[in-house]
C-alpha cells in the first residue's frame, strides 16, 4: 500500500473535493446528482490517466435509506457501511481546530480503477477517532444531516482537514476543484499562507495575496436555487472556524451578513462554471461581476450502459468506452440487435419492479421513466396534473409509469408528493400501471434509465442546473421527453433525439407545461411507439448518436483539463 500510495503522491496534481462522491452502490457516500457527477468524474480520471485526487467525507451512516410504507409515507432508516470493508487506512492524522478545540482527522483509501489498468486515489476523511471527542467522533458520519453547526463543522473538516490531509501525506497540488461551494473554506487555508508582507500592503486592501489562490482554485456551481447554496450566520462562523484568517477579510469574501459559500468560492477562484450553458447564463444573473464559463455535464459511459448494449458497443465500436465521440456511429447499428437489446434491459426493470414492490410491469406497453429528488421544482406531480386526462389518453394509447426518487427528510413537500403518488397508483389500478420503486440509488438507477422507453424530466425552469438521468438514459437507447431546460437545451433534436415539452422562454407555468406534455404523450409519443417500431428505433439510434458521443465525462474531463486545470 506504501508504493500505491507514493505513486498516487508523485503523480497526483489536482485535487477534486465534493461533499459526496458515489464510488460504488455499498459505499453510502453520496445522496444524489451531486455524488453520481463526482463518481463518474473519478471513473473517467481514472479511463484518461488524468493527475487528479479526490478528496471527500467518509459519511459511515449514508443518507438514509428510504422505505415507503402502505399510506406511501417515506420512513427514513440509518443506512450505515464499514469503510474497513472497501478501503485501507492511510498512516496520517491532523488537527482541525473547530469551536477552540482540536478535531483530529484520519484518511481513509480508496482506489478507484479503469478497465484500461489506471488507477485514481480517493481520500475519505474520519473523524471517528479515539482522541476525539463523542460529538467531534460523528462529525462525518451523517451526509446533509443536522442543523447549521454540524453542517459548518463538516464543511471545515471538508475544506481545511482535507486541503492538510493531503500536505500531511506529501500530495503537491496546484490546482483546487471545489465541486460545489461545501469545500470553499479551503480556500481560507491557502489564503493564510499567502499573506502580503507588512511593507508591501495597500491600506483598505484585502491583507493576503488572493491572486495566488485565483490561480489554483476552480469552481463549479451546480444549483440555480438560491436555497441551495449554504448560507452561515456569523455569530456562528466565529465560534466554530479555526482563526485562519482575519473576520474582516472572509465578510469582504464572502459576504457581510453571513457566510455564503457561493460568494467565498467566486472570490477566490480563478475559473468558475456552470454545469450547461443556460445554467452558466442563470448562475450569471444570480451573481453579476462574475464571469461564467459553462462546461456541461456528462456521465460515465461504461458505468451507465447496460451490459447488453456494451456488448453490442463493443462489437460494432471497439473504442466506445475511452472514445465516447465515436459512438457517433451508432445510426449504422442494426435495428433487430438494438430492439434485442433494449428487450433485454426492459426485462431488467420487469424483474427488479416485481421484486421490489410485487407488481407486474407489461414488457410490451411504453414505459415512462421518472426518478429525481423529490423537490418541489422537480414537480414530480406534473404528469398526474390531470388525472382524468391522462387516464382518458391510456385508454387510448396505453402506457405504464415507473417511479423513484427519495425527499430529504426535512423537506415535508417533498414528502407528501411521494404520497400523493402513492395515492395516484391507488387511482389508476386497472387503468395505468404506476410502480414506485424505494430507496433510489446506484442499482436501481442503472436498471430503470436503461429498461424505460421514455425517460421523463419536467422541472420548472431555470431550476435545472444540468441533469444527468436523461444522458444516462440515451446511452441505452432511451427517448428524453423533457422540459427544455439544463443540458437538454443542447440536446434536444425534436423528432431525432426526443422531444420537449412546451417551448424553450415560453410558458412554464405548471398547467401550461402539463398540458404541453399530454399533447405531445397523446398526439405524437405514444402513437409513434404503437404505430410506427421502426420510426422510433431510427430515434434510438439517433439519441445514441447524438447525445452519448457528447455528454459524457470523458468529454467533460478533458475540457476540465484544457481550459480550467492547466490554464
Known sequence: M??????????????????????????????GGLGILAGDTARSCADLELPMVFVTLVSRAGYFRQRIDDQGQQVEEADCWKPEDFCEPLDAQVAVRVDGRKVWVRPWLYVQDSPRLHQVPVILLDTDLELNAPADREITHHLYGGNDAYRLTQEIILGIGGVRILRALGFDIRTYHLNEGHAALLTLDLLSRNRVPEEDRIPGEIPYDVTKVHERCVFTTHTPVAAGHDRFPYDLVKNLLPDLVEMDTIKRLAGDDHLNMTRLALNTSGYVNGVARRHAETTQRMFPGYHVHAITNGVHSGQWTHPAFAKLYQTHIPHWQHEPESLVRSVQLPDDEVWSCHRAAKADLVEMARKLTGKTLDPDLPTIGFARRMTGYKRPLLLFDDPDRLEAIAARHPFQVVLAGKAHPSDSAGKQAIRELHQLAERFAGKITCVYLPDYGMDIAKTLVAGSDVWLNTPMPPYEASGTSGMKAAHNGVLNLSVLDGWWVEAC???????????????????????????????????????????????????????????????????????????
Not at 505513486?7 to 445522496?31: C, D, G, K, L, Q
Not at 397523446?522 to 422510433?536: F, G, K, R, S
Open 493 to 567: 433534436i425534436e423528432g431525432v433525439t426526443g422531444w420537449a415539452i412546451g417551448e424553450d422562454g415560453g410558458k412554464s407555468s405548471d398547467g401550461d407545461h402539463a398540458k404541453a406534455l399530454y399533447a405531445k404523450l397523446e398526439e405524437v409519443v405514444l402513437p409513434l411507439y404503437h404505430t410506427d417500431p421502426a420510426q422510433w428505433r431510427w430515434m434510438m439510434k439517433r439519441a445514441i448518436a447524438h447525445i452519448a458521443c457528447y455528454f459524457n465525462t470523458q468529454r467533460m474531463m478533458r475540457r476540465y483539463v484544457t481550459e480550467a486545470y492547466f490554464r
Open 2 to 31: 506504501a508504493s500505491l500510495l507514493d505513486s498516487f503522491i508523485n503523480r497526483s496534481h489536482v485535487a477534486y473535493f465534493s461533499m459526496e462522491i458515489a464510488i460504488r452502490p455499498e459505499m453510502r457516500t453520496y445522496a
